[in-house]
């Protein structure tokens, strides 16, 4: 059975006159086991790109993987194969077929499998029209309460405005996730990352077409994991607080603050998507009207939960102090995420600067990037930053931008940007 629990860790003593609370959440699931296949709740959908710029040894490599996925995904699965160009078609089930998604077993696997042999390459590229068509597909069968989908691409999306490509996502959010893949230097991460994000999920680079079946396998191995098909933090503040964001710090740094619902007029709920057996952070920020030296507040309480039930609570205090020594502490959980969710940002704006001509800035911001990695103890964001840019003074941040850095490497920089290192207890 799965358990959840919530730690808190913050500082919790505040200046005369302050207002604004921070606190690191840890929520930790146990037990959840794998997703429950046999039930017919879990529902996979593999999005390939087939239009012309994959022609060749890149839509082989696709194709092989997809077969591989297909013999990764237990019996039982619903399961749909959509190609994707300027417009998308389902490829299996069948396009006459009299139903939209099937459950695995040894006969839909191979046909599944012929099927994808006989893709070909042509066309433009319009994602929305994929996520549309994953999202009807989805919805046909209702029973799957935890649906995933993988997106492959190795192009930009140049056959629609990025306006129709906005609002699609914004339509089909909450209802599956998705995990985008670019293959290959020709794709942009903002927009797989806008995908990804959107839909709980996480972009990344695919340097070799022939590391494709491998991801595959990750992904469904990873999604297939996860027993808990959707879980909510909720947060509670008091009368007259405010909630300033949610995000989640850790493994990756998502903002979830622009996707409250609400639960009561003091209750708010942002959605996490679907858990195994891990642990996740976020960071929570509250603002409480001050109160005067020596009281003490709730100021919030995180809840995880479950189907409406809550299953796990933790609890962010207030209490006004006039001892600097305790007031300017400043959480070590609090300060290590902080400066985690900078250092996504200066990278990011660090290689639009780039892309866009602009040297100087670029220069400033890979050179924060640079303090921070080394500051939050991000080694894997170090070796990345290592690649685009000369590093004169870690400490400092001072840099030179490499003239020598290839798009590959300002991709595989950019996607990892938002990955964590995992504060140190």
Same mark, same amino acid.
């Given at each position: 059975?799965?358990?959840?629990?919530?730690?808190?860790?913050?500082?919790?003593?505040?200046?005369?006159?302050?207002?604004?609370?921070?606190?690191?959440?840890?929520?930790?699931?146990?037990?959840?086991?794998?997703?429950?296949?046999?039930?017919?709740? /879990?529902?996979?959908?593999?999005?390939?790109?087939?239009?012309?710029?994959?022609?060749?040894?890149?839509?082989?490599?696709?194709?092989?993987?997809?077969?591989?996925?297909?013999?990764?995904?237990?019996?039982?699965?619903?399961?749909?194969?959509?190609?994707?160009?300027?417009?998308?078609?389902?490829?299996?089930?069948?396009?006459?077929?009299?139903?939209?998604?099937?459950?695995?077993?040894?006969?839909?696997?191979?046909?599944?499998?012929?099927?994808?042999?006989?893709?070909?390459?042509?066309?433009?590229?319009?994602?929305?029209?994929?996520?549309?068509?994953?999202?009807?597909?989805?919805?046909?069968?209702?029973?799957?309460?935890?649906?995933?989908?993988?997106?492959?691409?190795?192009?930009?999306?140049?056959?629609?405005?990025?306006?129709?490509?906005?609002?699609?996502?914004?339509?089909?959010?909450?209802?599956?996730?998705?995990?985008?893949?670019?293959?290959?230097?020709?794709?942009?991460?903002?927009?797989?990352?806008?995908?990804?994000?959107?839909?709980?999920?996480?972009?990344?680079?695919?340097?070799?077409?022939?590391?494709?079946?491998?991801?595959?396998?990750?992904?469904?191995?990873?999604?297939?994991?996860?027993?808990?098909?959707?879980?909510?933090?909720?947060?509670?503040?008091?009368?007259?607080?405010?909630?300033?964001?949610?995000?989640?710090?850790?493994?990756?740094?998502?903002?979830?603050?622009?996707?409250?619902?609400?639960?009561?007029?003091?209750?708010?709920?942002?959605?996490?998507?679907?858990?195994?057996?891990?642990?996740?952070?976020?960071?929570?920020?509250?603002?409480?009207?001050?109160?005067?030296?020596?009281?003490?507040?709730?100021?919030?309480?995180?809840? /995880?939960?479950?189907?409406?039930?809550?299953?796990?609570?933790?609890?962010?205090?207030?209490?006004?102090?006039?001892?600097?020594?305790?007031?300017?502490?400043?959480?070590?959980?609090?300060?290590?995420?902080?400066?985690?969710?900078?250092?996504?940002?200066?990278?990011?704006?660090?290689?639009?600067?780039?892309?866009?001509?602009?040297?100087?800035?670029?220069?400033?911001?890979?050179?924060?990037?640079?303090?921070?990695?080394?500051?939050?103890?991000?080694?894997?964001?170090?070796?990345?930053?290592?690649?685009? /840019?000369?590093?004169?003074?870690?400490?400092?941040?001072?840099?030179?931008?490499?003239?020598?850095?290839?798009?590959?490497?300002?991709?595989?920089?950019?996607?990892?940007?938002?990955?964590?290192?995992?504060?140190?207890?």
């Amino acid at each position: 059975m799965a358990t959840f629990r919530a730690e808190v860790f913050q500082n919790e003593f505040l200046p005369d006159g302050g207002t604004d609370v921070h606190a690191i959440v840890t929520v930790t699931a146990e037990g959840v086991g794998g997703a429950a296949t046999t039930g017919g709740g /879990v529902a996979e959908i593999i999005m390939i790109d087939t239009s012309g710029s994959m022609t060749g040894p890149m839509l082989a490599a696709a194709k092989h993987a997809a077969q591989v996925a297909v013999d990764t995904i237990p019996d039982g699965t619903w399961f749909a194969i959509v190609s994707g160009s300027h417009v998308a078609q389902r490829v299996f089930p069948y396009p006459n077929a009299p139903v939209a998604i099937v459950q695995m077993e040894p006969g839909a696997r191979e046909e599944a499998k012929r099927a994808v042999a006989r893709l070909s390459a042509q066309g433009g590229t319009a994602m929305s029209t994929w996520l549309r068509l994953a999202d009807q597909i989805f919805a046909t069968q209702p029973a799957a309460t935890q649906r995933h989908a993988i997106l492959l691409t190795d192009g930009k999306n140049e056959s629609e405005p990025r306006a129709q490509l906005t609002s699609t996502i914004q339509a089909v959010t909450g209802r599956f996730q998705c995990d985008a893949r670019g293959v290959g230097e020709r794709w942009q991460v903002d927009e797989l990352r806008e995908i990804a994000t959107a839909l709980l999920g996480g972009v990344e680079l695919i340097a070799d077409p022939a590391d494709i079946a491998k991801d595959f396998q990750a992904l469904l191995a990873t999604s297939l994991s996860r027993g808990v098909a959707d879980a909510q933090l909720r947060v509670w503040t008091p009368q007259g607080g405010q909630v300033l964001f949610v995000r989640q710090v850790a493994p990756t740094v998502e903002d979830l603050t622009a996707r409250r619902t609400e639960v009561t007029p003091l209750i708010g709920a942002y959605p996490t998507g679907a858990w195994a057996d891990e642990s996740r952070d976020y960071h929570v920020a509250v603002r409480v009207p001050s109160k005067t030296v020596g009281a003490e507040q709730l100021a919030a309480r995180v809840q /995880v939960a479950v189907a409406d039930e809550v299953v796990a609570s933790g609890l962010v205090k207030a209490a006004w102090s006039d001892d600097a020594s305790l007031t300017a502490r400043i959480s070590p959980e609090v300060a290590h995420y902080t400066g985690q969710a900078e250092l996504a940002s200066a990278i990011q704006e660090g290689l639009a600067a780039k892309a866009a001509g602009d040297e100087a800035t670029a220069t400033v911001k890979l050179g924060r990037a640079v303090q921070l990695a080394a500051e939050t103890g991000n080694e894997e964001a170090t070796s990345k930053l290592r690649r685009v /840019v000369e590093i004169e003074d870690e400490e400092h941040g001072t840099v030179r931008l490499k003239r020598g850095a290839s798009r590959l490497d300002e991709m595989a920089l950019d996607t990892a940007s938002t990955k964590t290192s995992r504060v140190r207890r």
